[in-house]
């Protein structure tokens, strides 16, 4: 299997190249074009998952592209302009905001993790995406991608978050951008997640509520 991004970093699309009888794991509706040796199969994982799956922001299916008469490649993209990588998961798992999930090799696990009432104010959901084993995840962001290596401390807007590491030398809490909360809204912040340990996070150039809370401002009300 292989995978390479294509047309970075503004409309970026994953081609995974799959030799017979390997496949990938991707979110529904991913799938921009296939060959026709592939085969879908569709699944929820169980229905607990799949529920969590959907509180946490993401669709209740899975769709697993099977090179199943031939080799052959799938074309992937999410469904906002932006972004790819693909980030190695060998050992050390990953955090990954709900919306920048987009595939995953079968190697990899992805569950729905509680986080509690900090991943909640953070608007990410009450459940954050967890993926662990050993493989590779593509995940998305709504603008630019840049990895950030945090030693010591670094504190990022939590719209702005695609995915960390899931690693005890790591820790993060989310906190208020300025010294209260009136500070922190008058300010346009918010809420940050501070970071402090070492480890790799990635971080999306737009915030995906930011532009949606603008354009909403924009349009007509709706008549009842």
């Given amino acids: 299997m292989n995978i390479e991004i294509y047309y970075k970093p503004a409309h970026a699309v994953a081609r995974v190249v799959l030799n017979q009888g390997e496949s990938i794991v991707a979110e529904s509706g991913a799938m921009v074009s296939m060959s026709n040796t592939i085969q879908i199969q569709t699944a929820a ?51 990954i905001q709900s919306s920048s999930y987009l595939a995953s090799t079968p190697g990899i696990e992805i569950t729905s993790k509680l986080g509690g009432f900090k991943t909640f104010f953070a608007g990410e959901g009450v459940f954050l995406l967890k993926a662990f084993g050993q493989g590779q995840v593509v995940v998305g962001a709504y603008g630019g991608l840049e990895r950030v290596d945090v030693e010591g401390q670094m504190i990022i807007d939590t719209g702005h978050l695609v995915a960390w590491q899931d690693t005890p030398e790591l820790t993060y809490r989310v906190t208020k951008a300025g010294s209260g ?24 150039s737009r915030n995906p509520s930011g532009v949606g809370r603008l354009i909403g401002r924009l349009l007509p009300p709706r008549k009842s």
């Fill in 45 to 95: 994982g169980g229905i607990m998952s799949g529920l969590k799956r959907m509180l946490a922001g993401e669709s209740f299916f899975r769709n697993t592209f099977l090179a199943d008469s031939g080799p052959g490649e799938v074309l992937l993209a999410p469904p906002l302009c932006g972004d790819l990588t693909v980030l190695p998961v060998e050992g050390t798992g990953w955090f």
């Fill in 181 to 204: 909360w009136i500070a922190s809204w008058m300010s346009g912040e918010g809420l940050v997640c501070e970071f402090t340990g070492h480890g790799t996070v990635w971080i999306q």
